[in-house]
Each structure stands twice: as structure tokens, then as C-alpha cells.
């Protein structure tokens, strides 16, 4: 088996990976966001703020997006953090959709922004995204565990993080607050509590990763 | 209480957000969740909280359908509209205390 050497944010936003299948074979890239696309965060932007808008439900801070707003967002915060990565996702050439993480220590990491935006490769590709994402924590970062933070209504997501090992950490009841154009689901008591969905802190250590491949 | 007609009224509302070649059919052999299904995360987790709402208003009570439990079998009750049918009587039935 190979050693895998360890690698800092700033280097791993220098390459594009492959995403593998459970045969091997290629089925999507990972194409992160850094210094080089600056240029380009424009013609990406757009399509972003439409996916953006419509996974809002699943954030615990919703607004409503907007194309400079995405812009600001990606080259004030994303691209020049080196405690986050950001991958675009490439299917045959198509971008569909980005995935990433946030919050990178030398300890852990927190899974951020998944968004499958279009539709194209295969049903379970975003298994393999995850699956890949993962493994670049553990094998390159060297993190000691991944957290994943969602909505407990998003059992989509929630059935993805459980098949490759996560175990819930902690669930809080919610209390949303709005104003006209921002929201806010603010971790609360039970009686406080105004929505049926609670937050959840899944867990992610490396002994209890099952990668796909 | 007619699970599969809620199950269908579901689809006919979460449907008037869908484009036309994203409508879901009403057929009890739909995919729902996992391969071949035509709806993504959030048209999933949409259509889930619409049968709770509608649930609730023939039942007057909350049931949860996607939780724990539903994630824990081996065969996933989302899997298609009949399987979600099964999954939904049998928490009716365990509610009602039958």
C-alpha cells in the first residue's frame, strides 16, 4: 500500500483529483477553487447562486443569494481560507455541482456546501464524491476525525453519512428566526423549539470510515 | 385510512413545483429513493415533508416518517412509493396500538 504523504490546504487546492467508482473507473472530477480560477469565478458563479438558492432549506442560515454575493463569497472566503476547500464537480466536462470542507485543523474537518445542482453521471455519484472527499482528509490532511453537521429531515444525506461510518455526536432542537430577506435556525431548549427537524453532529473517525473503494 | 391516496396527493403537490419532464409518476412501482429515482435531495426531502403535513391534517397527529429507524433497515422503506406505503401503515398501526 502506498504511503500517503501529508498535505497542507494550500497544496491539495493546486490539483485536481479523480473521483473512482467501485470498479475504478473515473466517473467525475474534483476541481478546487483557488488562486488559478479567480479569473473564471465569474461564469461559475452564476450557476452556483441558482443551486444555492435552491438548497437553502438545508443551511442553518438561509438568505436569499445572489450572483455578486456568491462572487464575494468564493473570492473573500473560499479561495484565499486556508482552513477550507471547495471543489467543484465535473462530470464529462459539466460542471454539476461542488462539494467541500471547512473548518480544517490539524485535528479535524467539517463536511460544507454539497450541492449536486444538476442533474448528469451516475445516481450514486455523489457517494463517491463524499467517499473521496474523505479519504483526501484522512489520507492527506490527516485529520483525526470529520464531523458532519445537517437538518435531521435531510435523510438523503443522512443515509449517505451513516453507510460510510458516521455516528451521530449530538441533535439539538431548533427555533427559527426571521427577518425580511435573512433566517436563522438557532440552536435552542425543546420548549423553545418552533420547527420539527433538529440539528445533528455526525462523527467521522478514521476507524470507523467504510469507504466505498 | 387510504395511505396511497395520501401518497398520490403528495405527489400531485410536490409535482406543481416540478418541471414537466421532473414530474414524478403515480404509480405504486415510482422510485423513490436511490437509483433510478427522478426526484434529487431536496425534492426528496420535500416530498417526505409534504405526506407528514398532510399525515397530520387526516390523523391530527405528527408522525415522522424519515428518522432513525426508517434509516435502519436494511431495505430502505423510501425505496419506492409501494414500500413507503408499507412503512407508513405500519407506523400508523404501531400509533393507533394495533
Known amino acids: ?213 | 385510512m387510504d395511505v396511497l391516496k395520501i401518497l398520490f396527493d403528495s405527489i400531485d403537490e410536490l409535482n406543481l413545483d416540478l418541471d414537466s419532464e421532473e414530474k414524478i409518476l403515480k404509480d405504486e412501482n415510482t422510485v423513490v429513493f436511490g437509483e433510478n429515482s427522478g426526484l434529487d435531495s431536496i425534492g426528496l426531502v420535500n416530498f417526505i415533508t409534504i405526506i407528514e403535513e398532510r399525515l397530520e391534517e387526516e390523523t391530527g397527529h405528527f408522525v415522522t416518517i424519515a428518522d432513525e429507524r426508517a434509516l435502519s433497515f436494511e431495505d430502505s422503506p423510501f425505496k419506492t412509493i409501494s414500500t413507503l406505503r408499507n412503512y407508513i401503515e405500519m407506523l400508523l398501526n404501531e400509533q393507533q396500538g394495533v
Open chain 1, 1 to 213: 500500500m502506498p504511503q500517503c504523504v501529508h498535505k497542507t490546504v494550500p497544496e491539495l487546492k493546486e490539483d485536481n483529483i479523480d473521483v473512482r467508482c467501485k470498479e475504478g473507473k473515473i466517473i467525475a472530477v474534483l476541481k478546487p477553487l483557488n488562486t488559478k480560477v479567480l479569473s473564471l469565478v465569474e461564469d461559475f458563479a452564476a450557476p452556483m447562486t441558482v443551486w444555492r438558492n435552491k438548497a437553502m432549506g438545508f443551511f442553518k442560515t438561509g438568505f436569499i443569494a445572489t450572483t455578486e454575493r456568491t462572487i464575494s463569497w468564493l473570492k473573500n472566503s473560499v479561495i484565499p481560507a486556508d482552513n477550507k476547500l471547495l471543489f467543484l464537480i465535473y462530470v464529462e466536462d459539466n460542471l454539476i455541482g461542488h462539494f467541500g470542507l471547512c473548518n480544517i485543523t490539524s485535528e479535524s474537518a467539517e463536511l460544507d456546501n454539497a450541492i449536486r445542482g444538476e442533474k448528469g453521471g451516475k445516481s450514486d455519484l455523489f457517494d463517491y464524491v463524499e467517499n473521496t472527499i474523505l479519504k483526501i482528509a484522512f489520507d492527506e490532511l490527516k485529520v483525526r476525525c470529520i464531523y458532519g453537521r445537517l437538518f435531521s429531515n435531510n435523510f438523503p444525506a443522512m443515509s449517505l453519512h451513516k453507510r460510510l461510518g458516521f455516528i451521530e455526536n449530538s441533535r439539538s432542537p431548533l427555533k427559527l428566526v426571521k427577518n425580511q430577506t435573512e433566517w436563522e435556525y438557532i440552536e435552542c431548549s425543546p420548549e423553545e423549539a418552533n420547527v420539527r427537524f433538529q440539528y445533528i453532529e455526525l462523527i467521522l473517525t478514521r476507524d470507523n470510515f467504510k469507504p466505498f473503494n
